[in-house]
T-cell receptor, first 114, second 120 residues
């Protein structure tokens, strides 16, 4: 069965430091995509980064990078130089099915301390 | 970037009434739209997938007659919560996927800002 697991319900990080949010996945499909979204208290889902299963290099988008370890089925999000505005819920997701349906992990609440 | 809007952003209604939520892709054509539900401090759960001009595909456990989905055009999908009850109170989020072939990056979805439904 396809599944996304985020084992950290909450994380704290000091401003300007880096933080890693864990995500593991399970699928038997050789072709899949992994996403990270940020959801602030306002509720909107903000796309952060994408990693395709066949991508050779780890994805990077500004301060966000994805540590993709295919053999371990992990896709951890690394946020460098944390900012107060990074405080939010972070969801890891995987696309399943031919239409691109997403399944989400339970999320990690990140709190950045000044 | 692609923009998806939802209306209303917040609705409070009495038990037994029906509520319609609209999801619009503002600057692109969306052949597929997804409806998600999110309970407080929980993850997003896919309710249904709708394709323009065809019936929606509902996830297991989601009542088709309770949550009516219509995808009448390439830019509009609606979710109607019929005879709403307090347990239907939730945050409903839609997302839209661009038409195939139009600079589509992987299975990129664009999310609406969500609709918070409170049923009294």
């Amino acid at each position: 069965a396809q599944k996304i697991t985020q084992t950290q319900p909450g994380m704290f990080v000091q401003e300007k430091e880096a933080v890693t949010l864990d995500c593991t996945y399970d699928t038997s499909d050789p072709s899949y995509g992994l996403f990270w979204y940020k959801q602030p208290s306002s509720g909107e889902m903000i796309f952060l980064i994408y990693q395709g299963s066949y991508d050779q290099q780890n994805a990077t988008e500004g301060r966000y990078s994805l540590n993709f370890q295919k053999a371990r089925k992990s896709a951890n999000l690394v946020i460098s130089a944390s900012q107060l505005g990074d405080s939010a819920m972070y969801f890891c997701a995987m696309d399943i099915g031919s239409q691109g349906n997403l399944i989400f992990g339970k999320g990690t609440k990140l709190s950045v301390k000044p | 970037g692609a923009v998806v809007s939802q209306h209303p952003s917040r609705v409070i209604c009495k038990s037994g009434t029906s509520v319609k939520i609209e999801c619009r892709s503002l600057d692109f054509q969306a052949t597929t739209m997804f409806w998600y539900r999110q309970f407080p401090k929980k993850s997003l759960m896919l309710m249904a997938t709708s394709n323009e001009g065809s019936k929606a595909t509902y996830e297991q456990g989601v009542e088709k007659d309770k949550f009516l989905i219509n995808h009448a055009s390439l830019t509009l999908s609606t979710l109607t919560v019929t005879s709403a009850h307090p347990e239907d109170s939730s945050f409903y989020i839609c997302s839209a996927r661009q038409r195939e072939g139009l600079r589509l990056r992987y299975n990129e979805q664009f999310f609406g800002p969500g609709t918070r439904l409170t049923v009294l």
